[in-house]
């Protein structure tokens, strides 16, 4: 793991003994990896997001219940996420028709390092959290095979991560992610609940207009 980690993905020197990566910060089974991606990492990844904003505009999906979303989103990869009244699913092209660009080499190298040698992710669901945006609790279960984890990277503003079990009932607890955290939800996790409550807008100076970008990998088929 170790020496894919520094060859992929820009590791931070995290230890002083120098030995490889930290050991990642365990929440309710989620693995938080904190400063996985140094500055010039984060930096490179927005580049690279760019374009795929400019290939595939961000929108704002409706749930099932009739309610806007207050992230906007977009997508990478084979696959990218969508909603709308009909309900949660996958879709081959953007709403304008197009497919969904490429994921990006920045992007992909996380995955490579601490996702699933098995495959590589079909899709990148990109999500911007402007002021005020949140995501409420749920479950990622749209991908036919839970064995594969999720691998989540966060860039920008700091964001109230909050995790629970796989049963909703099941108390919750939160955590601040902050730019450059990696989290990988899997084994028993990956079925957790979870959400963003709140970010703290302006508090990271990566994004030149604030906000908070979360990126999530996922096998989709
Ligand atoms: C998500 O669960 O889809 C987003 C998680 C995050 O924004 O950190
Ligand atoms: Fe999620």
């Known amino acids: 793991m170790t020496d894919k980690a520094a060859s992929g993905a820009n590791h931070a020197?995290?230890?002083?003994?120098?030995?490889?990566?930290?050991?990642?910060?365990?929440?309710?089974?989620?693995?938080?990896?904190?400063?996985?991606?140094?500055?010039?990492?984060?930096?490179?990844?927005?580049?690279?997001?760019?374009?795929?904003?400019?290939?595939?505009?961000?929108?704002?999906?409706?749930?099932?219940?009739?309610?806007?979303?207050?992230v906007r989103m977009t997508s990478a990869g084979r696959y990218g996420w969508y909603s709308d009244r009909k309900g949660y699913r996958y879709e081959p092209r953007?709403?304008?028709?197009?497919?969904?660009p490429p994921i990006p080499p920045s992007v992909m190298a996380v995955w490579r390092a601490l996702g699933d040698a098995r495959r590589d992710p079909d899709c990148c669901l990109v999500n911007f959290y402007g002021e005020g945006a949140?995501?409420?609790?749920?479950?990622?279960?749209?991908?036919?095979?839970?064995?594969?984890?999720?691998?989540?990277?966060?860039?920008?503003?700091?964001?109230?991560?909050?995790v629970g079990g796989?049963?909703?009932?099941?108390?919750?607890?939160?955590?601040?992610?902050?730019s450059g955290d990696v989290v990988v939800m899997g084994g028993a996790a990956r079925l957790a609940w979870h959400g963003v409550d709140r970010i703290r807008f302006g508090s990271s100076g990566l994004l030149s207009d604030g906000g908070r970008i979360?990126?999530?990998?996922?096998?989709?088929?």
């Not at 949140?134 to 700091?158: K, T, W």
């Not at 979360?214 to 989709?220: G, S």
């Open 134 to 162: 949140r995501m409420g609790l749920h479950q990622d279960r749209d991908e036919a095979d839970f064995s594969y984890p999720v691998v989540s990277v966060s860039l920008g503003d700091d964001g109230l991560l909050r």
């Open 94 to 100: 953007h709403p304008s028709g197009s497919a969904w």
């Open 166 to 178: 796989t049963d909703r009932r099941e108390g919750t607890q939160s955590l601040w992610l902050h």
């Open 13 to 70: 020197p995290e230890t002083a003994q120098g030995d490889g990566a930290a050991r990642p910060l365990m929440l309710r089974g989620f693995a938080i990896h904190q400063g996985f991606l140094d500055r010039p990492a984060q930096e490179r990844m927005l580049e690279e997001l760019r374009a795929v904003q400019r290939a595939a505009p961000v929108f704002r999906p409706v749930t099932p219940g009739g309610k806007r979303m207050s």
């Open 214 to 221: 979360n990126l999530t990998l996922r096998v989709v088929d």
